[in-house]
């Protein structure tokens, strides 16, 4: 519990020091989302009967913690491992590899918490019609859990800058525009939309959007999330402790 809570309050002084950084760069990216999309197709598209800015908000929430949540872990720790060289002062240290992987991939989650209640803020400036009840945070908390995780284990699998570069456009890019973030899944013909609909982000655009449009939480959605949680977890502890 100790080394657990040791990587944590290192990655708060780490964020301490860059939070401005830090949130100007989990805004931007979202703001163009909303701009192009909502401002510029919001108010004179509709999708299954809502407005094209109510509809694309969740989605663009779910993409956007994803992404932060991925990067704050992967990047630092590719970076550890190969140049820094400082990832084995963590494995010689008091603690054990389970807290520090625990703390990485908390601390990457709670990085896409951050962001997503910074979008949440502005798309109600956006006069977006967004419902916040109970079921919405435990869906977008296991999502930056997931992808949080992923991080940790590309990082650990990935043996270089450029590699990187390859997974994040051949992996996370093409999430961002097929996940049911813009449109939905279910307007892709078979049997590719069964497809889409098996991939880390569909879950939580489906699970935020039907939540935040007034629906109920999918239990299924619920269990395709926690599923890929544990086989990244398991994944990404295995990885470690060779590398160990």
Known sequence: MNGLKAVLWREYLFF?????????????A???YLLAFGLGLGKSVSLNGVSYLNYIVPGIIALSTMNVSFNAVSTPLIIARLYDKTFEEYLIAPITIYSYASG??????LRG???????IIIAWLFRAHLIVTGWFFPILFLNCLVFSSLGFLAALKINSHPDMARFNNYVITPMIFVCGTFFSVDRIPVPFSYLIKLLPLTPASQGLRNVALG??????????????????????????????
């Not at 990485?104 to 989650?109: D, H, N, S, V, Y």
């Not at 918490?113 to 979008?119: E, R």
């Open 215 to 244: 629906g109920e939480a999918s239990s299924l959605l619920l269990m395709i999330q926690i599923i890929y949680l544990l086989i990244f977890v398991v994944w990404g502890l295995k990885t470690c402790l060779k590398v160990e």
């Open 30 to 32: 979202p703001l163009l």
């Open 104 to 109: 990485k991939i908390l601390a990457g989650a």
């Open 16 to 28: 301490k020091r860059r939070w401005l950084t830090i949130t100007t760069g989990a805004m931007v």
């Open 113 to 119: 918490l951050y962001a997503a209640f910074i979008l």
